[in-house]
């Protein structure tokens, strides 16, 4: 059977799935709307946890960025990982006990203030949008290559799908859907990863087929080394970037992920503070899974693409070339009319153009393998991107229904109306969501990177200082989070969107790139809540004592919504 039939049995049997679990697993209250009833296992709460952390850029685009980054993109496998632990232990079990459902719900309540939980609406739709936008523009990227569609026609189908199960479903449907797509996405990606190392190394362990040897008795990274140097390239295994920027990324990364509003809702699911560090746990292991084979991805992809493509003659370039160009994300230009491909560092003679997002999905079509495999990698690649979107649309839908509706504008909403609005708010976040993924700001991690920045500039300090610190008041709050996230985004945006041609390490301030500038957001974010707190009035007796009891680990009741 050729790709396009095993695709559509493979991917059409993992939708109808995903729609089925939505259908079984309908939302009737609010409760299990916003956190599944509260009754979910910690093994399953681990795995969908795992899938809803694992996006698109995971999947689809991080190995691609070690790819072409080489040493340099591992900032983003530290950053990841780092952050989920960080989650884990200083954020997710206090979050439980103070049973907040939501990152504004907690700040309206820590900080007593309407104002904070406005403030904190906004900073968390924003950060959800910027995020969800690279998770349609990756299950365009799959549609448009295995169904042979449009980018934009795939963006609508993906659209059509998520607003199904997580509209209908909520966080009920959606927490059994992960935990299906969890096992989709693993097993796709260690597939196609299993098989590969075992062609170019003979070992079926794809983590240590990294250090391996090739046929010809040469380990991979040294032959890739030789490979990209003669081409004009940085080593493979040599790192380019400034030690500040690297630092800078990975700490915007690793506190964005503590502040990322559609995992911190995932600890609510679980019935107890115990079940909740227990399922942190269980994610650990399953993310780990795909985060250590990455690195091996990335290089296996790069030898074969340089092996099948370097100097060979364009009328014979291999198949998946010519099914890659149809999609426009592949493009060849033939500039000193020699009829061979040139690939080099010099943009005026490379003659190469690829799409970094493409390295995972087009991996198993260059190493040959088979048609069930690469349609597997397609149905993985759908799981990931589709189950993170369900998450983002959840939060959307819960801070305009939850904290701007029924705590701000019109406290006195029935729980009925309160879950039709949620579920008007999803479907209207969709629609904007598909736009950014037909028109999109930048590839898939690069997106998804800005979104860590605006998390950390504007939460972790607000969420780490209401927990740990009595003395925080609401109008260090409220300033902390609008200079952070304003300073984060003016910075970000004059560099990507007004001034696009001076993007350079030199024009950067103290050579920080715009995807690592959300630290010093949080920096700032910290200074001025502190310094503004000091010379305002403290918190209330009673927001003290709230926050004394959230540090005793004991004793955490079910969450609940404080009316």
Known sequence: MDILTWTYIIVGLTFALYIGIA???????????????GSVSPLANGMATAADWMSAASFISMAGLISFMGYDGSVYLMGWT????????????????????????????????????????????????????????GVGIVFSRFLEVQIGTGVVIGMIIVLFYAVLGGMKG?????????????????????????????NPIPQLGLGGTLQDGTYLLDKLDGLLTELGFAAYTDGSKATIDVFFITAALMVGTAGLPHVIVR?????????????????????????TTAPAVGAFGMYNMLNTTVNKPIDSMPQWVNNWQQTKLIGIDDKNGDGRVQYVKDPARNELMIDKDIMVLANPEIARLP??????VA?????????????????????????????????????????????????????????????PPGFVAEVVAFAFGLAAASFFPVIIMGIFSTRMNKQGAIWGMVVGMVFTISYISYFKFVNPEINTSENWFLNIS??????????????????????????????????????????????????
Not at 30 to 37: D, I, L, Q
Not at 526 to 532: G, L
Not at 538 to 555: F, K, N
């Open 23 to 37: 259908i079984w697993s309908r939302a009737g209250s609010t409760k299990e709307f916003y956190v599944a009833g």
């Open 82 to 137: 780092g952050g989920y632990v960080l989650l884990a232990l200083l954020l997710a079990p206090y979050l439980r006990k103070f049973g907040k459902f939501t990152v504004p719900d907690f700040v309206g309540d820590r900080y007593y203030s309407k104002t904070a939980r406005l403030v904190a609406v906004v900073c968390a739709i924003f950060i959800s949008f910027t995020y969800v936008a690279g998770q349609m523009r």
């Open 174 to 202: 959606i927490t059994y859907t992960q935990v299906a797509q969890y096992c989709v996405l693993i097993f796709a990606y260690m597939v196609p990863a299993i098989f590969i190392s075992m062609m170019l190394t003979g």
């Open 267 to 291: 600890f609510f699911t679980v019935p107890r503070v115990k079940d909740a560090r227990k399922s942190a746990g269980y994610a650990l292991v399953f993310i780990a899974i795909l985060y």
């Open 371 to 376: 048609n069930w495999v690469i349609a597997l």
């Open 379 to 439: 149905a993985g690649g759908l799981a990931a991107a589709l189950s993170t979107a369900a998450g983002l649309l959840l939060v959307i839908s819960t801070s305009i229904a939850h904290d701007l509706l029924k705590k701000s504008v019109m406290p006195a909403i029935s729980e009925k109306q309160e879950l039709i609005a949620a579920r008007i708010a999803a479907t209207i976040a969709v629609v904007i969501a598909g736009y950014f993924g037909i028109n």
């Open 514 to 563: 715009p995807e690592g500038i959300g630290t010093l957001g949080m920096i700032l974010n910290f200074i001025v809540s502190f310094t503004i707190s000091r010379f305002t009035p403290a918190p209330p007796a009673r927001i003290q004592d709230l926050v004394e009891d959230i540090r005793i680990p004991r004793g955490a009741g079910t969450a609940t919504i404080h009316h």
